[in-house]
């Protein structure tokens, strides 16, 4: 049986309101609803008869309009005012209160919706109305955003009540249209088989109720902005390409993974926020997150990073690492994450999993890289053609080669597997480890675990440390 539900994603509501050229009642008001047949939501062409009543129930019609409507994820528009069947739209409004009434294919939809004032602007000029929970309230005039959704149309134009077909149509339009200061757009949930191009620098991107997209690529430098540029609320079923400098995603789903610059210096200042990001496909990228040299200044925080992945048969370790850095990235922080290599070798064996985390830096580096407060979580060792593997179990690897200077400092974090190899110079304290941290040879080459770079150094029974006398260059706080 098809029932009816408000809108309350935001500004995406039930009814709006399109003030007339005089400030007098409009001739039509647009309704935006929603349908669904039990738990299902209705899609395919639904003949809707909007009726408006003086009275809660019973009682005559003092309004009604009728039209066939096509019907999109349980998502339909339609106008008050079209399709006259009975009285006047004006007349039926004009006391201030009236009583939606709503039949869908014949199913009168209960109860009636109230509307206490009138939902248009009857008295004033550039006013919107919307009814939210069966109350009208008054809305700002909306301005500098685009709308998209799947039942719109590639010629828009982006308001709410026509919005554009896909993600990129609505972007091209929002970076011709505000181009002398910042724009958003925002995506209405739902299933888009096209990607994103964020090229304009100055639009943020906006989802509502976590529209799913191909693929993304951010290559715009944010300008015209305070802060970064904004990707909010997007799931991504292909790869995540950061090329643009001072970037935030926040809430968003990768399940491709993501990788940042190129090797030229772009994509700097990027931040991840409440994000997933996981690599399930054998292929590009290998990593969760993969970050490439001459980046400046990356931040991950309170996100969940896996890697579903085997990596191809290697003697080193560290392949398909779930969050991979490269050589040459200044300034890196991964604060209150978990981040898990949770890869399972195929029927064959042989295949090397892991790391968690491949921080891959050598040189001298202004502020360490800084990793607090994570879960982290290598793979299980494994038998290779039966037997023993001659490999440690590694869930954190810092560079083979000789450092230029403490690379890492690594405090407060939770970790399952053994950390670091050569007995490389690191900063770390406080940590649990379900594993090597100190270093101790293997018999295999290179010692698992790390020395302590710090030094005056003092440590109480219950494992907190002080440097007293040589500590490491953390950065400062991000600017948001």
Known sequence: MKTHASMY????????GVAAARAQSPELVNYQGRL???????????????????QKAGGSPDYVCSNDVTVVDGLYTMQLGTNTVLGSLTNALSDGTAYLQITADGTILTPRERLISA?????????QRANVAGQVVQLTQLSNVVWVARNGTASGPGTIDKPFDTPQNGYNA?????????????IVGGVYTGGLNMGAGNIHVIGVSRPVIAALSVAGKPSMMTGKQRVEGIAVQGPVTVLGDRTKFRNCRMEMGATIGDGSGAGSNVEFQDCRLQSADEGMPLAALYVFPSVTNCGVYQSSLESLVPGAQDPQP????TLEISPGVAGMEVIGCEIVNSAREDAIGGLYRGPAIKDWESGQVTNQHFFAYNYIKGPPSYEQQGAPS?????????????????TIAFHHNTVWGDVGVNSNKQFYANNVVHGLINGRPTGFGWTVGWTQAGTG???????????????????DSWDD
């Open 9 to 16: 994603v935001a500004l995406a509501m039930c009814l709006v």
């Open 36 to 54: 669904v047949d039990g738990s299902n939501l209705v899609n395919g062409t639904v003949s809707i008869v909007l009726g408006l009543y003086d």
């Open 119 to 127: 939902p248009y602007a009857l008295h004033a000029q550039n006013a």
């Open 174 to 186: 929002a970076a011709a249209r505000f181009t002398n200061g910042w724009g958003s757009v925002a």
């Open 318 to 321: 560290g392949r398909t690492a």
């Open 390 to 406: 001659p490999f440690p179990r590694a869930a954190v690897i810092d560079s083979a080669t000789a450092l230029g200077g403490p």
């Open 457 to 475: 150094t003092g440590q109480d029974a219950a494992g907190n440390t002080e440097h007293e006398i040589v500590v490491p260059t953390l950065p």
